[in-house]
């Protein structure tokens, strides 16, 4: 799976972007989320919040319990808004 990070997430967590094997107990962008945060203090102050975060998968808003399998891509950012 390849991740992305976008704008502040991308300060807090360190990385842009980094590739991933999923483990067995991540099925959805829910339980991504909740195991990502486990991944160390960067990730947890990134994501401690997740009204702030926006996910799309495969470059589709998707919400919580939207399915999600290797090979996918995950952008995560923070909420857009327009001018």
């Not at 972007?17 to 195991?35: A, G, N, R, T």
């Not at 990502?36 to 799309?56: C, F, I, N």
Request: aromatic share 8%; proline share 7%.
């Amino acid at each position: 799976m390849r991740l992305l990070y976008f704008a502040w997430l991308r300060a807090k967590i360190g990385t842009a972007e980094e590739e991933l094997k999923l483990p067995p107990q991540v099925h959805d962008v829910k339980s991504l989320l909740q195991w990502l945060k486990s991944r160390g203090p960067g990730y947890a102050e990134a994501l401690k919040d997740m009204q702030t975060v926006r996910v799309a998968v495969n470059q589709d808003y998707v919400g919580p319990e939207h399915a999600i399998r290797d090979g996918d891509e995950v952008a995560i950012f923070p909420p857009v808004t327009g001018g």
